[in-house]
């Protein structure tokens, strides 16, 4: 168009050719519920964020907690990471997250496809994974096994517990028993194998859930701070989740011989900032996720 | 395929049904410095105890009242949003509000009651409103008839964007064709919703209905022991908080194997009955192999 | 957690969280911070004691304090960091390295491999000395499951003895007796261990023996601190009876301007009103031997009535829960709260450089009666020693020898600050400065001050809340009183104090927030006697007439 008229929607119109144009009403309805269920969520988070950088005074002026910093300094961030425990432990969560949502979504896509068709010892085995649902091992016997298996203090006593939940399963294996029989059946006849079904047709389908799970995974390893409590010696093996609630104790806990002596932060802004540093990567990855939860994933499929 | 469930099996039996073994502990006495071999043996001792405590209906009670809570106010919740995002026009309003909504789940407890506090509280802002407009204040948080109310929209407000993903993820799986189909036929919205949208949904939600139904006995630990003096342990106390107050704080080992025992027993009980249940409108379940 | 929101905890699904408390308001004490422990119940000490002879005490006299300690208990105070610093250990106690754990409630610290301050303490020490540092909460597990897998290092730290059932079988069978070599004058060859005071001793012997020297950084007890710029309206936080410190609560508390004169902690608030009725530290006995819990008296049932009555007035903060007291008191918000001991007035500094906290001397509620002062009760922490040979025992004994040394010793300095220049620089006013780039190094002194420590003395950077310590210390320690069962075991108080104690708070904050009525106190105190109380009183009997001196 040669002459751009002024936009009266703020949005593009993403509106597909087959919806039609809702009435206003329910327009503003919308609108209203998702302005107003943002702005729930959004206030207390900038509160978070804001006290994270507020400055001394103003935390102590205002009770604890700070609508918007009037002089934000980076202190609270500094102290945290201050030496190199911080990075180490950085490093040690995306590994153990990385990886170990890789090797949970391995297992966890097999099981489930396997046990969402007939199958020999199908039916035992999805019972044996069924009942983990239900029950739990304690932590005596669970560090005693890791124990045996020579993974104390080693990063894999961090991933490999970890590495099948009955409930990521149940619902990935909910999704594959959606899968039109008539995709597989005819790619048999083709001579493919399991595993080749499994790659090539099942996986590509079943994106969405595969997404979801792989997130609920990541958000497991990289919350996990106590199985490290109890596996791991070496303060440099410590996940991000661990160090960062000594902060949130060491705030607590000064004592009065060490105040004045070393200046800190106010534990409030440490909290807040401890609170920051580990929602980051969450909201980092998120994004990149989201695409597969969108309508129009899926297009003619079965046609294909 | 049988070469397929190898890692799971053995995950399965490394971590799962040899460390679990352990939880015989609810048979004995347990001292971790005799170790299972060497502790005595006392049968059902341990859950004659903890369900003689007088204490233990009262948690029963409040538990299945939230329980109830949760399941009519709660559940449908995660839902309605999912089927409002995918309504969005917009694709960067969709993203953006997805990206909020789901943040105060990463939040801890803690946090998230000292932010109510700030809103709701005694002296939080709600009632420094109504003082100064001379009005009496309101105890949200500290009246324990109200409590149920108050620990469900906590939830609510800290998990329900969490939990819309997965209803995202089903209604993403939706074919668009239906939709292009259903509209040139001349199905209006509300008919496409009601057609296409909701029994889209029917699966993933019956299965979490199930899954909960299960699990029905965990209504939160966390969440009660912090607002255990502000509303009583009358009101606060919940099945997971009665456990560790009566045994494991103690360092009772074998209390707290105990009702982890009785807990699951139950909850296979009622995951069996929801599950019928389920066969009953035409689902799967969670345990047949194939889809209807 | 809700099942239906899929579980977010790897490998562990949430039923054995129970054992995780993840608490921030807790009433119990499970380890915690040496510094803010509530007042426990008189805690399971010692068994058939008596016959064990306490530590010889030999003051360390090195150091002199400008403001000197008593041996009952007040501490020294320091108005200022010594200039010299004496040696009280004179050789290194280790021929090799040794391992140990403890928990920190500092940041944890820069691994031994790599940090410098680590390193220069080995060789102080003459042998690494390589600690397994668990974080709270967390710590019970950890050594929980360190016990079952029979992966106890040389040294461990216990907490104080809550949440460890049948511990006397447990060090009976896992730890060494070392009686012999702490006992009498056999302490004085550890000089830093033999000047901990007597109180704190009695309070970890455990099945009549010694088994470690105790950790603890004070016996001085639970006070009210306020802000004077609140109650200097009213006439000064200082009272003479109940009735002019609830006028004066009434008068200071303005919702409309966000003034209460306490803060929320009913349990703390209850056991001060309790001093001032006279009520017993935990157990007090009669001249028969009898022994009356706290809870049963109507001293401490008074004083939960007047809680409840300052809770109707509106005097208490309105939220049960509140996430910065000291910094709430500090600004004006709250007009006092409790304190874990004296000398921690220094806090409020913190928040308000400028500001000097009023601590508040119990007196008698109705003007006449004698009012008490509570030391300490329940053990303190304690480290013990895994069963090996006598050789590797002393030497152990003389790392914590080390450690404990006191304040104003080159020692101490080391562990708690480093090497001058490298780790720390001085100050003007001679007080130690950690460089910021050896903070995380320093980290370590946290884990070390759980290990083992001397008794702490009143130091800060503000000498005029030193000389106030001080001050009010040698007043309150004229009418100190001391649990009858310090230094005496019950099983049975081990297992089931916890839990009952927890029931008994639970109706303590029904009743004084209103929601339950006395009576359903004295129905709970009749519970309580039901379900374990009588039994842990005869177990206490049993061992105080077996000889162990009753609470001095």
Not at chain 1, 93 to 120: D, E, H, K, Q
Not at chain 3, 137 to 165: C, H, R
Not at chain 3, 268 to 289: I, L, Q, Y
Not at chain 3, 430 to 449: C, D, F, T, W, Y
Request: glycine content about 8%; proline content about 6%; charged content about 15%.
């Amino acid at each position: 168009m040669a002459i751009t008229l002024p936009r009266l929607s703020p949005f593009k119109s993403d509106r597909p050719a087959w919806k039609e144009r809702p009435s206003a009403l329910y327009q503003t309805l919308k609108g209203v519920i998702v302005v107003g269920i943002s702005l729930a969520i959004l206030i207390p988070l900038l509160i978070v964020v804001s006290t994270s950088l507020a400055d001394n005074k103003q935390i102590i002026a205002s009770g604890g907690y700070v609508l918007w910093p009037m002089h934000p300094t980076l202190d609270a961030y500094k102290t945290i990471f201050n030496g190199s425990l911080m990075f180490q432990a950085v490093g040690v969560s995306v590994f153990v997250t990385v990886i170990g949502t890789a090797v949970a979504l391995f297992t966890t896509v097999t099981m489930a496809y396997a046990t969402s068709r007939p199958t020999l010892f199908g039916r035992p085995v999805l019972l044996l994974v069924l009942f983990t649902l239900l029950f739990a091992p304690g932590l005596i016997p669970m560090y005693l096994m890791i124990r045996q298996l020579g993974l104390l203090d080693s990063l894999w006593s961090l991933i490999l517990p970890g590495a099948l939940s009955a409930f990521n399963f149940v619902v990935m294996r909910s999704f594959f028993m959606n899968i039109p029989a008539e995709l597989i059946e005819s790619a048999r006849i083709d001579g493919a194998s399991d595993f080749t079904i499994l790659r090539k047709i099942v996986v590509p389908l079943s994106k969405a859930v595969i997404a979801v799970v792989g997130l609920f995974y990541a958000v497991g390893f990289w919350n996990a701070f106590f199985n490290a409590l109890l596996y791991i010696n070496d303060t440099a093996k410590w996940p991000i989740q661990l160090v960062l609630r000594t902060y949130v104790l060491q705030g607590k806990s000064l004592t009065a011989n060490q105040l004045g002596i070393t200046q800190m932060p106010q534990p409030q802004a440490i909290q807040m900032a401890v609170v920051v540093v580990a929602l980051v990567p969450i909201l980092l990855v998120y994004p990149f996720l989201q695409k597969h939860f969108n309508k129009g994933v899926i297009t003619g499929a079965i046609k294909g | 395929m049988i070469l397929m469930m190898v890692p799971g099996v053995v995950f399965l039996a490394l971590f799962f049904y040899v460390p679990i073994l352990g939880n015989v502990i609810a048979f004995q006495d347990f001292q971790p410095y005799l170790g299972i071999t060497q502790s005595d043996w006392v049968g059902f001792q341990n859950f004659i105890d903890l369900y003689s405590n007088p204490d233990f209906w009262n948690a029963l009670k409040n538990t299945l009242v939230l329980a109830a809570f949760q399941l009519v106010l709660f559940f449908p919740i995660p839902l309605l949003l999912a089927v409002m995002v995918d309504s969005l026009i917009s694709n960067r309003v969709r993203k953006v509000f997805q990206s909020i909504v789901y943040l105060p789940h990463f939040l801890s407890w803690v946090l998230v009651i000292a932010l109510f506090q700030q809103a709701l509280g005694g002296a939080g802002f709600v009632n420094n409103m109504l003082r100064n407009f001379g009005m009496g204040t309101i105890p949200f948080m500290t009246n324990p008839d109200t409590f149920p109310w108050l620990i469900t929209v906590q939830l609510i407000w800290k998990d329900s964007g969490w939990a819309m993903i997965i209803f995202l993820a089903a209604l993403a799986s939706v074919d668009v064709a239906l939709y292009e189909a259903a509209a040139a036929d001349g199905a209006g919205r509300w008919r496409r919703l009601w057609h296409i949208t909701l029994p889209s949904l029917r699966t993933v939600t019956i299965l979490l209905l199930i899954l909960r139904i299960g699990d029905i006995l965990s209504v939160g630990f966390e969440q009660f022991i912090l607002q255990r003096d502000s509303v009583g342990a009358g009101a606060a106390e919940v099945l997971d908080t009665f456990t560790y107050y009566a045994g494991v704080i103690g360092g009772d080992w074998s209390a707290g194997a105990a009702a982890g025992l009785a807990k699951g027993v139950v909850g296979a009980l009622l995951i069996f009955a929801a599950n019928k249940l389920a066969h009953h409108f035409g689902e799967p379940g969670i345990f047949q192999s194939k889809a209807r | 957690m809700n099942a239906q929101v899929p579980p977010t905890g790897a490998g562990f699904s949430r039923r054995n969280f129970l054992s995780l408390t993840g608490l921030s308001v807790a009433a119990v004490a499970v380890g915690g911070s040496l510094a803010s422990c509530t007042s426990g119940d008189a805690g399971a000490g010692a068994a058939a004691g008596g016959a064990v002879k306490l530590p010889t005490y030999k003051e360390f006299t090195g150091v002199k304090p400008d403001l000197p300690g008593t041996a009952q208990g007040v501490q020294q105070g320091f108005l200022r960091m010594p200039s010299t610093f004496v040696t009280s250990v004179p050789k290194p106690p280790l021929s090799g390295p040794v391992t140990a754990m403890t928990e920190t409630f500092n940041v944890p610290p820069t691994p031994m491999s790599s940090n410098p301050f680590w390193k220069e303490l080995n060789t102080k020490l003459g042998g690494d000395l390589k600690l397994t540092i668990g974080t709270d909460p967390g710590y019970p597990e950890k050594f929980a499951t360190m016990l079952a897998g029979g992966d106890l290092p040389d040294m461990v730290w216990l907490p104080s003895n809550q949440g460890i059932p049948n511990i006397a079988q447990m060090l009976n069978s896992q730890f060494a007796d070392l009686t012999k070599y702490l006992s009498g004058d056999a302490v004085l060859e550890y000089p830093n261990l033999a000047a901990l005071k007597p109180a704190v001793w009695k309070s970890v012997i455990v099945d009549g023996r010694l088994w470690g020297p105790p950790v603890q950084s004070t016996s001085m007890g639970q006070v009210y601190l306020g802000n004077p710029r609140l109650w200097n309206t009213v006439g000064g936080i200082q009272s003479k009876s109940a009735d002019e410190f609830y006028r004066k609560a009434k008068e200071l508390t303005d919702p409309r301007r966000k003034v209460y004169a306490l803060a929320p902690d009913y349990v703390n608030a209850v056991h001060m009103f309790g001093e001032w009725h006279g009520a017993p530290n935990g157990w007090s006995a009669s001249k028969s031997g009898k022994l009356t819990n706290r809870f049963e008296t109507e001293e401490y049932q008074a004083a939960i009535e007047f809680a409840a009555k300052l809770f109707a007035a509106g005097c208490f903060y309105p939220d049960a829960t509140i996430a910065n007291a000291v910094a709430a008191v500090a600004q004006g918000t709250i007009g006092a709260y409790v304190e874990a001991d004296p000398s921690q007035n220094t806090k409020l500094r913190q928040y308000d450089p400028a500001l000097a906290a009023d601590i508040l001397i119990p007196f008698g509620w109705d003007g006449k009666t004698k009012p008490t002062y509570d030391m300490k009760a329940g053990g303190a922490a304690f480290t013990v020693i895994k069963k090996t040979s006598e050789s590797k025992i002393r030497q152990l004994l003389g790392v914590l020898n080390y450690v404990a040394a006191p304040f104003g010793t080159a020692e101490y300095l080391q562990v708690n600050f480093g090497e001058e220049g490298k780790d720390f620089t001085f100050d003007s006013a001679g007080n130690p400065v950690v460089s910021k780039s050896a903070q995380a190094n320093v980290a370590l002194s946290g884990a070390l001050q759980i290990l083992a420590t001397p008794e702490q003395p009143i130091y800060s950077m503000y000498p005029e809340d030193t000389r106030r310590a001080h001050a009010a210390e040698m007043s309150l320690i004229e009418f100190a009183s001391f649990s009858a069962t310090t230094g005496a075991y019950s099983n049975t108080d081990v297992k089931l104090g916890p839990k009952l104690t927890s029931q008994l708070y639970d109706k303590l904050t029904d009743v004084v927030t209103g929601r339950a009525k006395i009576g359903d106190w004295q129905a709970a105190v009749k519970r309580w006697r039901a379900e374990g109380g009588d039994k842990i009183r005869s177990e206490y009997e049993a061992a105080l007439a077996k000889g162990v001196t009753a609470g001095s």
